[in-house]
């Protein structure tokens, strides 16, 4: 069996389809409202972490292109809900057209798997995999969020 790059690439355009419509009906003041809870983020921090994650992943770790990435600024972000959704299809757009590339690599050309270790060493399905992953954990996060930054206050 095998799980191809037009697999990854549905399933990753699937999840931030989702997210655009868990936010699609925020106003710009919700879409950066954070939740009664100690160490929560808004939906504008969500996304903006698990995009800049999986652009890391695949573009600099399985391409080896140059990461600029500020992981401690993505949790500080803020925006308009347009702002977010634009960032959403641009995040689809890069995929694409990496994609083909994505499908040709057969080793990992950048750095930073070791922060997140796994029991054995990584490959490309695994650090694609594990992108997956990061969008559809960040997605249920968002989802949580959204219901509760909706929720009219008592």
């Known amino acids: 069996m095998t799980i191809s790059v037009d697999d990854f690439t549905m399933f990753c355009d699937r999840t931030i389809d ?13 879409v950066n409202s954070h939740p009664d809870l100690d160490g929560a983020n808004s939906p504008f921090v969500l996304i903006t972490h698990a995009l800049a994650a999986a652009r890391f992943w ?31 299809h641009a995040a689809k757009a890069r995929l694409a057209e990496r994609a083909p590339a994505i499908a040709q690599a057969t080793s990992l050309q950048g750095e930073g798997v070791t922060r997140t270790p796994i029991p054995r060493e990584w490959t490309v399905g695994a650090v694609l995999m594990h992108t997956y992953e990061e969008l559809a954990q960040h997605l249920g996060h968002l ?4 219901d509760l930054v909706s929720r009219p206050r008592a």
Do not use: Q
């Not at 989802?143 to 959204?146: D, F, L, N, P, Y």
């Open 143 to 146: 989802e949580i969020t959204v």
């Open 18 to 30: 989702a997210m655009v419509r868990s936010v699609s009906g925020l106003d710009d003041d919700t």
């Open 58 to 88: 695949t573009e600099h770790v399985v391409l080896g292109e140059p990461s600029d990435r500020d992981r401690a600024s993505e949790f500080e972000a803020s925006g308009t809900t347009a702002e977010l959704v634009a960032s959403c």
